[in-house]
């Protein structure tokens, strides 16, 4: 079992910059592929960044490439996202996820365990 907690959403004028955290518990937090995700109300779960469990390899969608960053501290049981340059489109709740297998790092459906949120707000 994995728990996962989000942190360091918050409201950000365009241009600006936000590093999200996502603290897990349990002893095998490193064997896990993290992923992070994002949602609008009334929509569908969109797919942001993954990183492997050695954090050798990372995967972003288009949209945020180049400005985000994912990354991860076994050792802290905690994987990270930087955001930067962030766009009035970037404004959704963020949520970090873990998977036991890396088979289909941009699909919701190959996570196991999701944490609660944190909203991230963008404005002009």
């Known amino acids: 079992q994995v728990q996962l907690v989000e942190s360091g959403g918050g409201l950000v004028q365009a241009g600006g910059s936000l590093r999200l955290s996502c603290a897990a518990s349990?002893?095998?937090?490193?064997?896990?592929?993290m992923g992070w995700f994002r949602q609008a109300p009334g929509k569908e779960r969109e797919f942001v960044s993954a990183i492997s469990w050695t954090g050798g390899s990372t995967y972003y969608a288009d949209s945020v490439k180049g400005r985000f960053t994912i990354s991860r501290d076994n050792a802290k049981n905690t994987v990270y996202l930087q955001m930067n340059s962030l766009k009035l489109e970037d404004t959704f709740v963020y949520y970090c996820a873990a998977a036991r297998r890396w088979s289909r790092p941009d699909n919701a459906g190959a996570y196991d365990y999701w944490g609660q949120g944190t909203q991230v707000t963008v404005s002009s």
């Open positions: 349990g002893r095998t937090f490193s064997s896990y592929t």
